[in-house]
């Protein structure tokens, strides 16, 4: 292993609870029926791809400009939750799991379907943690294609086959099984028994012994 490339939301921060604020905030402006467990199935969906779900959930149909409008305003709320995230939204053990992966030799790389990335670790102050990016900017086409992590590994001058990739959601673990990587399942979602490793937190994992595979 040389690499380990980390999506953000839901495996670096829980942010899950963010984005689903700001859908339920537009949701019930429109008066459509969302929750929780609609809510779960956006892990790791781009945000127009999510609107979508939302729209179909409740059976309604409308043109693109105003599904672009309806996104733009959901990430809208997005951003302003954003302003007040602090440390306490950090997944318990990921950053020293990170830096002790470093220790180890590896390069770290972020990559996220999330065109707000870059302004999360920023805020966090973690943003040294990754000696390559790749965000919802850098990409033409979403996970489960594997993209992201191709970029990502290229980035860090990395062959995929030497790439782990952590991912929390079915979609991004499917996209680092089509990269040629090792895939780490993390948290609670269903749908993750695919990847080579299953882990619901990182103290289920020895950095040296992982580094070493
Ligand atoms: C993913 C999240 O990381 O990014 C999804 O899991 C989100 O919930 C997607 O829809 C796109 O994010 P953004 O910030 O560009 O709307
Ligand atoms: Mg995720």
Known sequence: MKAAIFDLDGVVVYTDAYHYRAW?????????AFDESLNDNLRGVSRMASLQIILDHNGIDLPEK?????????????????????ESALVDGAVPFIR???????????GSSSRNAQMVIDK?????????????????RSKPDPQIFLMGAEKLGVAPADCA??????SGVEAA?????TAVGFGPSEGLDGAHV???AYSELDPATFAAR
């Open 24 to 32: 339920k905030q537009l949701a019930d402006e429109q008066g459509w």
């Open 66 to 86: 105003d599904k672009e409008r309806l996104a733009t305003e959901k990430n809208e709320y997005y951003k302003t939750l954003l302003q007040s995230i602090d």
């Open 100 to 110: 002790a992966l470093k220790e180890q030799g590896l390069l770290i790389g972020l």
């Open 124 to 140: 966090l102050g973690i943003a040294t943690l990754f000696d390559a990016v790749v965000t919802g900017h850098d990409i033409s």
């Open 165 to 170: 990739v952590f991912e929390d959601a079915a």
């Open 177 to 181: 099984l089509a990269g040629g990587m």
């Open 198 to 200: 299953r882990i619901r």
